[in-house]
């Protein structure tokens, strides 16, 4: 391809075998001493530094891109251990990558030790605060002995404790969903090497109406990968009522552990 770059996906320290990684096309694998780089040429045109904010502009393309990133690495976790790159790495030749390879050599065959046989997990936590809401006098023995005086009190004093206990409600669901939120995480940190806690999502980042109670991503040995399942299931079935739900990603590249630094390049 002429005036082309190089799309940078992931290193892998086990020979790939061609047509392995994905169905995507043009795929190939570019030997660097004895580790291996995924990559594709891209068009300079599309690429240039000029088209960057058309590029990001345009969300389902970047989806669609981030998708095919993911699932690349993906595939390469089937056959080996791999080190992500950063979604939108782009080296300007081959020679330049070989280069950047080399000279950090040393710090990813560290990490290939350090995240052998380890996958990522990220596992959100979403409560719907109407569902737990209609349930607060069944969670919390606050809000059930408020309910117990509104109820023995007359119509002026129970309205006034009504006005009040909407407050302890709002207080109460925010300490409900805490504890949730804690819990999951505490039972979960127990099986992995490493844990990261990601910053709670609004509703229109996620698409969804309950509300995101936990964002975290664990570093699971994969040894321990079917006690960790086991686990979020004793959860969902002990703590999942009609307003927790779960959302579940793994196995994954240990993105949010370790990408390669690419700033030097």
Known sequence: MPNSLIYVYCVTNTPPEPGSYSDTIGLKSLKCGDLYVI???V???GCSPGNVKAYLSDKQGVEINLSEHTEVINNMMKIGEVI???FGIIFHSETSLEKFITNNSATLKQNFHAFGGREEWSI???CNRKSLSAQIDELSEEAAAMEREIMDSSPGKAFLLKR???DLVENEMDRICKNYGQTFFNELNILCDSSVLNNLLPKEFTDREDTMILNASFLVNRNNVNDFTKILGTLE???CNACIKLEI?????PFSFFTVD???R
């Open 39 to 41: 990559v594709k040429d």
């Open 43 to 45: 068009s300079e045109k």
């Open 84 to 86: 992500p790159f950063s």
């Open 124 to 126: 959100k936590v979403f």
């Open 164 to 166: 009040k206990k909407t």
């Open 237 to 239: 079935k002990k703590e």
């Open 249 to 253: 990603s793994g196995p994954l590249p």
């Open 262 to 264: 690419t700033k030097n």
